[in-house]
Every structure is written in structure tokens, then in C-alpha cells.
């Protein structure tokens, strides 16, 4: 046989293991063949050719890996069973860039699943390897790396702890400031991934100085990038104190305000969860943003946005309203009872029901004045609603009670407390008779229209089925009337002159 034609063996050879790993990895895209291949024993016949002398075997081999360990964790799983991963993490160091972005994959496949998966990268080397490639010349290669890092820190704080050891965090930083906006957009969303965990890791990325990069990116034409932005900066914000006047001195406001308004809906909610991450810390930050026209724009945004998304902007509202009450008059003066009180009645989910019962009960606390503008908003009886309705979860139910207690203590509105008399439980008709017990003593025409629209003979007849405080405040209500009045409104009473008609007797 000569030289040629044994040649024309190891030229077929080639040219077989490059079809059957392309077919693979076209293969591999389509669900319906992922479970036939896997019985096949498709990760043993692929694990050699990673270790292939022709790179674009390699390349190939690692590519159709990753989407099958991408499909499911227990594809992930054999891709770690196989011992895969020290070959792709040997190999990451050696090679070209094509091979270097192919094993990134397949690492960023396999740690997206689970903590342990994820672990099982990060005992493999991984992160010592995937590091260097953040300083690749090629931006598709930092991707790759940078993708692959945040999926190993979104899991625990242990991950992302050993994340930030590795070094990667100056690293990021450097890649958010590059021109390619794919690679700021992994760069944010990796970042995010470490903030998210605990102050300390925050702390981490603050010190290497990303809150100087991300802030200005908030205006950048790219809805994808922005999202990315407004999301890590809310995780920093939202530790402490330190790290929110951290984001804030970044000037993100007023720039941050106009995101509410973006065209993109991820943006707007990234945006309102940022700003609530903000608010809920100290009054001076409600205040600032109060200031910088908060307010009407967070009201804007929960009328307008729907479902889920209308969650941090509630929120954000009942933030701010709690801390005094001159941020939640600025609530009312945005006209923010309306939306809240919507979003109460309309909205389908009980945890954003709860929210804004939460939200409105923030607001009413305060004063009287705040008090009757949400009496005068016809908030107080859907409260009740929420309270009583048997379909509501308890958390609906718990937060609709306190924010009722809240507004009622303060309320002074008798005309928005008489309705409730009648159709509140016990604990509630508690609350609205002891404002009609401190209030009528003072007030001829309260009293007047209190024995107009039924209150009085109403209590007349609640007053034969009670005991306790509810009793005591019907006394306090009945002193505020003459006796003969009292009387008259009781229901014994036409039962009494009947009795009268018969122990009369006429003067013929």
C-alpha cells in the first residue's frame, strides 16, 4: 500500500469525525434529538474530540456539549460525570480564541442549573481559567467569560464569594467601560449577579469602581444595557445606607426618572425597583427624590404599568409616604391615592393587592388631612373589602386590617366612616366608633346628620348584641344625645308604647 493511500485512511478518518461532530452539534438544537443522542452515549463519543489535533473538531465538539449540557441538568450532570469539565478548563488556557469561547459555553451551560453544578465548575479550575480570558484581546471571547462567571455567582453568596477571590471584579469593571455593547450588557448582568448577595459583595464591586461606569450608562440608547444597569445598581442600593448614597452620588437622579418612561418594559420596572431600593432607607433619600420630581413620575408609572410590574413602584410610593407627612402629601398632591386604590380593586394578584393596601395605609397614617384624602377617594370600604372577602390570602388580609386601624385612627370624615358601620366585623366597627365617640361630643351638625342617615338607631340595635369596648363607645355616642332621643331610635321602643296603649286607661 503506498504513502498516499494510508494517507487517504487518516483524510477519511478526519473528515468523518468533523461531520459526525457537526451533525451533532446541528443536532443538538433540536429538543426532539437530545434524548436519542444521550442514549446513544453521545458525551462518551464526544470527550475525546475535545482533546482532537484538528481545532475545529475541538471547537465543535465543545459547542455541542454546551447545548446539550444547556438543555437540561442532567445532561449538565453527565457533562460533570464525564469528567468533561477538567479537559475544557485545561484546554481554555491552550487555545484559540474559537476554542476559548466554545469551552466558556459549555462552563456557562452546566453552572446555570444549580449551586451544585455550579460548584462543580468552580472545583474544576474554572475560575482561574475563565479569568485570563476577560483579558482577551477578543470582545466575543470576554463575553464568553463574563457569561460565564455570572451564571456561577447568581447562585449563593459562597459562589459569588469565590467569584469575587478569583479577581474577575476589576476585571468586569474594565469590560463595562469597552465600546462592544453585548459586552457591557454580560458585564452589568454579571456584576449584578455578585451585588445581589450581600453587602460585602456589593462593597466589593463599589470598590472597584463600577458605580462611576454604570451610572451614565442609564441614558444609553440601548434598552438591553439599560435594564442590565438599573438592575445592578438597585442590587447595590439595596443593602444599606452607605451603598445607596453610593448610587445616588452617582447622580442617577433625575436620568433614572425618565427610564420609568422608557419604551422598553423591563427598563421601567428595573428602574422603579431601583428607585424603591433607594427610598426605603432614610427620609433624606425619599426627600431627593421627592425633589427631583419622583413623586408624579412613580404615580405615572404604577397607572401605566401592568401586572408584576406595577409591584416596586407601589412600593416605592409607600416608601417614601411612610418616612413623613410632608413626602406623603406629596404623594397626594401627585394624585397617587387613584392609582393605588386601582391597582387595589382591579389587580388579580393578592401580593400586589397587599402592596397597595400597604401603600395606602402609609399615606393615611399621618393626619387627619391625609386620612380624608383617602376617605374622599373611596379607599376605606375597599379595604374593608379586601379584609372581609374570604378569597383573599392572609397577607391581604393582614396588611387591608392595618392600613384600615392606620387611616381610621386618624380619620375625622364622618361622613366616609358611617358607611363602614355597617358592613365592618366587630374589630373594625371598633376603630370607626371611636372616632365617632371622640368626634360627635364637639360637632351639632355631626350629630344632627349622624341621627339623619340612621347611625343612631343603628347603634341602637348593635347595642343589644355587644359587650366590651364596642359598648363602652356606644355609652360615649348615646351621652352625646338626649335621653328621649336615645330612646325613641331603640328598637324596644314601639314596643313600649304598645305597652303604654295598654295600660291606658281612657276618661270616659
Given at each position: 500500500m503506498s504513502g498516499v493511500s494510508v494517507l487517504q485512511h487518516f483524510e477519511a478518518y478526519q473528515k468523518s469525525r468533523v461531520s459526525f461532530v457537526q451533525a451533532v452539534a446541528e443536532a443538538a438544537t433540536r429538543p426532539q434529538n437530545i434524548e436519542v443522542m444521550q442514549n446513544a452515549g453521545v458525551m462518551q463519543l464526544l470527550r475525546p474530540l475535545l482533546l482532537d489535533n484538528v481545532p475545529s473538531i475541538q471547537q465543535s465538539a465543545a459547542l455541542a456539549l454546551g447545548r446539550l449540557a444547556n438543555y437540561s441538568d442532567d445532561l449538565a450532570?453527565?457533562?460533570?460525570?464525564?469528567?468533561?469539565?477538567?479537559?475544557?478548563?485545561?484546554?481554555?488556557?491552550?487555545q484559540n480564541r474559537f476554542y476559548k469561547k466554545a469551552a466558556a459555553f459549555v462552563l456557562r451551560a452546566v453552572a446555570k442549573h444549580s449551586p451544585d453544578l455550579a460548584q462543580a465548575v468552580v472545583d474544576s479550575g474554572a475560575l482561574d481559567a475563565l479569568v485570563p480570558c476577560l483579558e482577551e484581546f477578543d470582545p466575543t471571547v470576554k463575553e464568553s467569560a463574563a457569561w460565564a462567571i455570572g451564571y456561577i455567582a447568581q447562585h449563593t453568596a459562597e459562589l459569588a464569594q469565590n467569584v469575587v477571590d478569583a479577581?474577575?471584579?476589576?476585571?468586569?469593571?474594565?469590560?463595562?467601560?469597552?465600546?462592544?455593547?453585548?459586552?457591557?450588557r454580560i458585564s452589568a448582568s454579571a456584576m449584578s449577579d455578585i451585588c445581589k448577595h450581600?453587602?460585602?459583595?456589593?462593597?466589593?464591586?463599589?470598590?472597584?469602581?463600577?458605580?462611576?461606569?454604570?451610572?451614565?450608562?442609564?441614558?444609553?440608547?440601548d434598552a438591553k444595557l439599560k435594564r442590565q444597569v438599573c438592575a445592578c445598581l438597585a442590587q447595590i442600593a439595596k443593602h444599606?445606607?452607605?451603598?445607596?448614597e453610593v448610587v445616588v452620588e452617582a447622580e442617577i437622579f433625575p436620568n433614572i426618572l425618565n427610564c420609568l418612561k422608557d419604551n422598553d418594559a423591563f427598563v421601567r420596572k428595573n428602574a422603579a425597583t431601583c428607585i424603591r431600593e433607594v427610598a426605603k432607607h432614610t427620609p433624606e433619600l425619599?426627600?431627593?427624590?421627592?425633589?427631583?420630581?419622583?413623586?408624579?413620575?412613580?404615580?405615572?408609572?404604577?397607572?401605566?404599568?401592568?401586572?408584576?410590574?406595577?409591584?416596586?413602584?407601589?412600593?416605592?410610593?409607600?416608601?417614601?409616604?411612610?418616612?413623613?407627612?410632608?413626602?406623603?402629601?406629596?404623594?397626594?398632591?401627585?394624585?397617587?391615592v387613584m392609582p393605588l386604590r386601582e391597582a387595589l380593586v382591579a389587580e388579580p394578584e393578592d401580593h400586589i393587592k397587599a402592596a397597595s393596601a400597604w401603600s395606602l395605609g402609609q399615606i393615611g397614617r399621618h393626619t387627619p388631612d391625609h386620612a380624608r384624602a383617602l376617605a374622599e377617594g373611596d379607599v376605606l370600604r375597599h379595604?374593608?373589602?379586601?379584609?372581609?372577602?374570604?378569597?383573599?390570602?392572609?397577607?391581604?388580609?393582614?396588611?387591608?386590617?392595618?392600613?384600615?386601624?392606620?387611616?381610621?385612627?386618624?380619620?375625622?370624615?364622618?361622613?366616609?366612616?358611617q358607611p363602614l358601620l355597617r358592613d365592618s366585623p366587630v374589630k373594625v366597627q371598633k376603630y370607626v366608633l371611636k372616632q365617632f365617640a371622640q368626634l360627635l361630643p364637639h360637632d351639632v351638625e355631626a350629630r344632627r346628620a349622624f341621627v339623619q342617615n340612621g347611625g343612631l338607631q343603628f347603634l341602637q340595635e348593635l347595642n343589644e348584641s355587644v359587650e366590651g369596648k364596642l359598648k363602652e363607645h356606644i355609652e360615649m355616642i348615646n351621652n352625646c344625645y338626649p335621653s328621649e332621643i336615645v330612646e325613641y331610635y331603640s328598637p324596644n321602643y314601639s314596643k313600649a308604647l304598645l305597652e303604654k296603649i295598654d295600660e291606658f286607661q281612657p276618661q270616659v
Open positions: 450532570e453527565a457533562v460533570v460525570g464525564n469528567e468533561i469539565l477538567p479537559q475544557l478548563v485545561y484546554s481554555l488556557s491552550e479577581g474577575t471584579v476589576p476585571l468586569l469593571v474594565l469590560c463595562i467601560q469597552e465600546p462592544e455593547i453585548t459586552l457591557k450581600s453587602p460585602e459583595l456589593a462593597q466589593a464591586v463599589v470598590d472597584a469602581g463600577a458605580v462611576a461606569y454604570l451610572a451614565p450608562l442609564i441614558v444609553h440608547p444599606s445606607v452607605d451603598l445607596a425619599a426627600k431627593l427624590i421627592v425633589n427631583a420630581g419622583g413623586a408624579s413620575a412613580l404615580v405615572d408609572y404604577v397607572s401605566e404599568a401592568q401586572g408584576n410590574a406595577k409591584l416596586p413602584g407601589i412600593m416605592a410610593v409607600g416608601y417614601i409616604a411612610a418616612f413623613s407627612e410632608t413626602l406623603a402629601l406629596a404623594i397626594i398632591v401627585s394624585k397617587g379595604l374593608l373589602a379586601c379584609m372581609v372577602h374570604e378569597a383573599s390570602s392572609d397577607d391581604l388580609k393582614t396588611k387591608s386590617k392595618r392600613a384600615l386601624k392606620a387611616i381610621l385612627a386618624k380619620c375625622t370624615h364622618l361622613q366616609a366612616l
